[in-house]
């Protein structure tokens, strides 16, 4: 504690019985100002208002605008030390006919690229040039929609300090994850079986008229970070659309861009004199020819051609001159890596630390500020308007209307991870229900399927190309048919994210660990298995998935219905301490983060001075009543922890 900044602290001892003595430790931390509005003098009203409203909401705007051009670098980070691999596994087109493999790919496909859309934009390009098939597409598509969920998880991890805070934050970051993963859970094997999604689209395609139209645009949202983002680095995709065609190899590939533009200057072109024996009788003048568009200072070679005689001359011997003219030349890009001696990897590195650096403390700030100015009665009005429902029998089309609006404000950033990643702390706060931001979620699954739209109409083979990208819209609407039409089928997504967010919230190491078991660990072995062969597969995943439906259907009826349990099913106290709880683990992470903290980082040797305390809150106290019985109260410790 610094000697500069005194804290005053008030032991205030209260004995109730003689058995028990409650501790408080007070800072002199200021509360904010909760006068109302109106009994505050004029002055006071306006320097709240420009300060305490307008100036903390352009702030507010200005850390929003940071987070989402952080999403924008941190997807360009992954991009550049994954990219190229992603491209490379989407380029074995012969792994995509096992159904799960091909999921799995589009998994780790949208993981290592951090952007849903340029995993589908790849996907719907490679369908068009008919290196993938339309069924291998949408099982793709398919495992995109779970890898899409990966980024507003990192982003929730945004406030894990505060425990409350973190759960609710979690919960409405996994909300997304449970869904597209039960959603895929249920529509692969109906997929697989019955091939509904390719004769639904098929159906649907054929009764159109589709024509390319290439230009469709899908940077809506980039108008705005763009001169921000492009100042720092600029990414190239297409080598990564060549190395899953096989146009291209990894170790060609570059992904930072060399040249941004391109620009038209006068320079001095060659132009060939025709003499007039050589044209047509019927032109008796002499004639020239020039093109408008020479790039190079020579004429050879060229044809000249006039009406329907056509003159192939040896150029060499004709008489020239020099003439004005124009030609394209490529401008280098100006951003901070152009040109850097760093190879990909190393820039996708520190663009990665950097990115999820400045993430972090743009979402502090913005949890700050929306804390500040959403409390009290505003914070009530602005909860109860948010989560209000329709009066009556119409509340039952409430959740529909929030489908709608989180599919266009997706739509309108083209981004379901932007829009997702922005609310997530706002039902962290409190502002938004876990209820209420499973439609919203919904709804942002659907908005993204317009990117997949849009680029399908701009492939040169439009019929397949569009029966993928509607197969993910179809999709997405299927899974909301059946976790959400029907009231009590939103209970089983809901309650995994918060099932997921309670455990978080006790155990924080949790939520990294999820990040890496659900979307590279599991991934990565169900790829392994099913390149192994399907019987392999079947072997291996009946098994495990019989054991974890009877372990959520023992554990509904221990909360349902106990009594049709035998008594030693009734609770889980006959399994080891380690299948039945993460305690075992969470004492390992105490203690390796423990001995991390109490090393010299300097000399690499123990040291206990290095160590964040309070002597006065770590006094042993043991204190007796009069009857003699110890009170045990338990040495307390201010060590700044923020996994544990």
């Known amino acids: 504690m610094s000697g500069n900044e005194p804290v005053k602290k008030s032991l205030e001892e209260e004995n109730h019985g003689g058995d028990h003595v409650e501790i408080k430790v007070q800072g002199m931390k200021s509360e904010p100002d909760t006068t109302p509005l109106r009994d505050l003098p004029w002055p006071m009203r306006i320097k709240r208002i420009l300060v305490d409203y307008v100036l903390s909401l352009f702030i507010f705007i200005g850390f929003l605008y940071l987070f989402i051009c952080s999403l924008s670098i941190m997807g360009s980070a992954f991009q550049l030390l994954g990219g190229k691999n992603a491209g490379q596994s989407l380029s074995n087109s012969e792994l995509f006919s096992n159904p799960v493999a091909g999921v799995v790919l589009g998994v780790l496909a949208t993981v290592l690229l951090q952007s849903s859309s340029t995993t589908t934009s790849i996907i719907i390009t490679m369908t068009a040039a008919e290196i993938l098939t339309v069924e291998q597409g949408i099982y793709m598509i398919m495992g995109a929609n779970i890898g899409t969920s990966v980024t507003n998880t990192i982003v929730a991890l945004g406030q894990i300090k505060d425990r409350d805070q973190f759960e609710l934050a979690f919960s409405g970051a996994t909300i997304h994850d449970m869904f597209n993963m039960l959603t895929v859970i249920i529509l692969l094997p109906v997929e697989a079986a019955t091939g509904y999604l390719r004769a639904l689209t098929a159906a649907i395609v054929k009764s159109w008229n589709l024509e390319t139209d290439k230009s469709k645009k899908q940077d809506l949202l980039k108008k705005l970070t763009k001169p921000l983002t492009d100042r720092i680095v600029r990414i190239d995709k297409k080598p990564i659309e060549k190395i899953a065609k096989g146009e291209l190899s990894v170790s060609e590939a570059r992904l930072l861009k060399a040249t941004c533009d391109t620009e038209e200057i006068v320079a001095n072109c060659t132009e060939v004199i025709t003499p007039a024996a050589a044209i047509n009788a019927s032109n008796s003048t002499t004639v020239t020819m020039a093109s408008a568009t020479v790039s190079t200072t020579t004429s050879s070679g060229i044809v000249t051609a006039l009406g329907s005689n056509v003159t192939d001359m040896a150029n060499d011997t004709l008489p020239t001159r020099v003439v004005s003219c124009t030609k394209e030349v490529k401008i280098p890009c100006d951003y901070l890596f152009h040109g850097t001696s760093l190879s990909e990897s190393a820039v996708g590195a520190i663009l990665l630390v950097c990115s999820l650096l400045v993430l972090c403390i743009a979402l502090v700030f913005m949890v700050k500020i929306l804390t500040r100015l959403l409390q009290g009665r505003v914070a009530e009005s602005v909860k109860s308007f948010v989560n209000a429902e329709f009066p009556g029998k119409a509340a039952y089309f409430t959740g529909y209307l929030a489908i709608l609006i989180g599919a266009g404000l997706t739509i309108l950033v083209q981004s379901s991870s932007v829009f997702t990643s922005a609310i997530t702390p706002l039902v962290g706060i409190g502002i938004i229900d876990l209820e209420r931001m499973y439609p919203l979620t919904l709804g942002a699954n659907l908005g993204t399927t317009v990117t997949g739209v849009l680029a399908g109409l701009a492939s040169s083979n439009v019929i397949p190309a569009m029966r993928v990208a509607m197969g993910h819209l179809f999709f997405n609407l299927s899974g909301i048919v059946i976790w959400y039409v029907v009231p009590i089928m939103r209970k089983p997504p809901v309650e995994a994210a918060k099932f997921l967010g309670r455990t978080t ?94 090393i010299d980082w300097c000399c690499c040797q123990p040291d206990d001075s290095n160590t964040v305390s309070n002597p006065d809150a770590e006094q042993a106290m043991e204190m007796k009543s009069g009857d003699g019985k110890e009170l045990g109260l338990k040495r307390q410790s201010t060590e700044v922890d923020i996994l544990f």
């Open 505 to 598: 919230s006790k155990y924080r190491w949790f939520a990294l660990a999820y990040v890496i078991v659900a979307f590279f660990l599991i991934p990565l072995v169900i790829f392994g298995l099913s390149l192994a062969g399907w019987q392999v597969l079947v072997g291996v995943g009946v098994p495990v998935l019989a054991v974890i439906i009877a372990v959520v259907i023992i554990k509904i009826l221990q909360h349902k219905r106990p009594g049709v349990l035998p008594e030693v099913l009734r609770d889980w106290k006959f399994l080891p301490l380690w299948m039945r709880s993460l305690e075992p683990v969470d004492r390992v992470f105490k203690l390796i983060m423990a001995r991390l903290n109490r």
